[in-house]
């Protein structure tokens, strides 16, 4: 197992260590001040009693918020920061927009577990999502460790294609909440997901509240359940390509963003964002 590290240098070499490995830390960090403000978003609507907060099965805790770019505007002014979108346009090849926007709070010993699969293989299945020309950045808001659920990521997965569909005749589109909860719709054989990293070994995301990752849509992840007193909260915003966008997606505008229209990049000056020199 190893841990992922941040890639410093250019943006040639982020990409390849991007489209090698399928994740990679980017070297940067959210300031304290920008952590804070977005947990008090984050607390604020989970609050809320909307479809777009998600609870853990049978209880009131929060699993996970969504699409609140769409109605918070300090969310809605991450998702402009000018150094994601570079770095997205840079990853991805082209304009882009956001596709998802979630946090995923795994609470202090209640949040669960996300078993291993993709998250391409709910964009094609669900939303005919024509290739996998999007990237995950995830931002962890509180500090990250082996005990509070890290996601783990099987480094090259994502060159291998979808494993593990089902059978389409048996057909159609799957209930969402399948796609938000422990017991998600397309999962990786467990089997599979050992014989992968027998062959390729794993990498945890790690990191301090405020750091950022990217990491690809078809790479092969899960997490375990919190198992410890901290809880372990994950912003995570999907960019896709603009022209690898759905044409008629018919999931819930919390899950599949409508608007395609290129994002472009404006400074908030309630984000700041540090370069990082020192992966440690
Ligand atoms: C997690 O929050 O640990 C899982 C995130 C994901 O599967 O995208
Ligand atoms: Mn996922």
Redesign the pocket.
């Known amino acids: 197992m190893s841990t992922s590290t941040v890639i410093g240098g250019t943006r040639s070499e982020l990409k390849s260590a991007y489209e090698r490995d399928g994740s990679c830390a980017l070297p940067y960090r959210f300031d304290d001040a920008s952590v804070e403000l977005l947990r008090r978003r984050v607390a604020d609507i989970s609050g809320r009693r909307r479809p777009e907060v998600v609870h853990e099965k049978d209880s009131d805790v929060v699993r ?1 918020i969504h699409g609140c770019h769409e109605f918070d505007d300090v969310c809605a002014a991450l998702v402009r920061h000018p150094m994601l979108v570079e770095i997205a346009e840079t990853l991805i090849g082209g304009p882009v927009y956001v596709y998802q926007f ?1 946090v ?1 709070l ?1 609470q202090a010993r209640e949040g669960a ?2 078993p291993w ?1 993709q ?1 391409y293989a709910f964009w094609s299945e669900e939303d005919a999502m024509p290739r996998p020309d999007a990237v ?1 950045f ?1 931002i962890p808001l509180d500090d990250v460790h082996e005990e509070n ?3 783990v990521v099987i480094p090259g997965s994502h060159t291998m294609g979808l494993f593990d569909l089902p059978d389409k005749s048996a057909d159609t589109a799957s209930d969402w909440r399948r796609h938000v909860s422990n017991d998600l719709a397309y999962t990786v054989d467990e089997a599979r997901a050992q014989r992968l990293i027998a062959e390729n070994g794993t990498s945890t995301i790690l990191g301090g509240a405020g750091s950022l990752h990217a ?1 690809h849509p078809s790479i092969v ?3 375990s359940n919190n198992r410890s007193a901290d809880r ?1 909260a ?1 912003l ?1 915003i999907t960019y896709n390509a603009v022209a690898n966008a759905p044409a008629n997606p018919t999931r819930p505008a919390f899950l599949v963003g409508r608007d395609t229209t290129p994002i472009t990049g404006c400074h908030d000056e309630r984000l700041g964002l540090l370069p990082v020199s020192d992966p440690a």
């Open positions: 996970a979630k995923n795994k577990a996300w699969h998250d995950n995830a659920g890290p996601l990491f992840h899960s997490s372990r994950l995570l």
